[in-house]
Nanobody, 126 residues
Framework: VQLQASGGGLVQAGGSLRLSCVAS????????MGWFRQSPGKERDIVAA????????YSPDSVVDRFIIYRDSTKNTVYLQIHNLKPEDTAVYLC????????????????????WGQGTQVTVSS
């Protein structure tokens, strides 16, 4: 599975962005997908996850009211819609995928993801 993330950029606080993660090499019907972010000197944190087969989603409480993850099966693409961007959202955003064999791990378990995209930079100015 190859993952290609895009959609990042420089935006003002309060703005919105939609990040895309296009998967190739395999259909993702049995996979779990996640969006993570990492800024310099900080750990990589999950911001959203979705089960491709059920559509069930997860986001941590810190972003659940602003971050929306959804998928388009026809395009083999997962999106992350971010509203009301804040300067603290500045980070590299990465998408990741894990097979159904890993589904017993919590979606927050970074080590359970088998495939990673290269990331897309989001910078929020105040």
């Amino acid at each position: 599975v190859q993952l290609q993330a895009s959609g990042g950029g420089l935006v003002q606080a309060g703005g919105s962005l939609r990040l895309s993660c296009v998967a190739s090499g395999r259909t993702l019907s049995s996979y779990g997908m996640g969006w993570f972010r990492q800024s310099p000197g900080k750990e990589r944190d999950i911001v959203a996850a979705i089960s491709w087969s059920t559509g069930r989603t997860y986001s941590p409480d810190s972003v659940v009211d602003r971050f929306i993850i959804y998928r388009d099966s026809t395009k083999n693409t997962v999106y992350l819609q971010i509203h009301n961007l804040k300067p603290e959202d500045t980070a590299v955003y990465l998408c990741a995928a894990r097979s159904a064999l890993r589904s017993h791990f919590a979606v927050t378990n970074i080590g359970s993801y088998d495939y990673w995209g290269q990331g897309t930079q989001v910078t929020v100015s105040s």
